[in-house]
């Protein structure tokens, strides 16, 4: 992770701590920062080990977004966990806490562009459309043998090849 980015990113996590205590005036642990998620997700709060971690490379095609929402978002969960315990992850305590006390929409999935993360798509077929399934799910099918219909015209998913 570029550095530049990084000590941005600690700086706004730093910023919402911050509005936090003085908001409950109470002190919250510096949260600690991993760029290691991997996937279609922006970020995660784990919210026992007080840490944030976010996807690199969305992070680098979509900082602005990151800065400004993501890392609020993931602050937002560990500071609901901090003062309400485990609580619905976007209930109305973590939307009060994103809305009320740091000033940011509370939206819970992003809209980010996820061809450079999206991994390898299996295309399956059905009587009616192309299905593009993630490897995950196409290697479910092929270990369990199990089948999966299409929710329109109920016909078993027939795979096309990658």
Sequence with gaps: MDKELSYRAQQIMAKYVVIAQQHFQHSFAMPT??????GKAAGKAYLQLNEIRLNPILFIENQQAFLQEVIPH??????????????????????????????VSANTTHDFALDSVQGKIYQYQCGCQIHPLT????????????SYSCKICQQTLIYMGS
């Design 33 to 38: 920062i991993k760029y290691r998620l991997k």
């Design 74 to 103: 993931e602050v937002a969960h560990l500071i609901t966990y901090q003062v309400y315990g485990r609580v619905k992850p976007h209930g109305k305590e973590w939307q009060n806490i994103m809305t009320s006390v740091f000033g």
């Design 135 to 146: 490897i995950r799910r196409h290697n479910k099918i092929q270990r369990n043998h199990n």
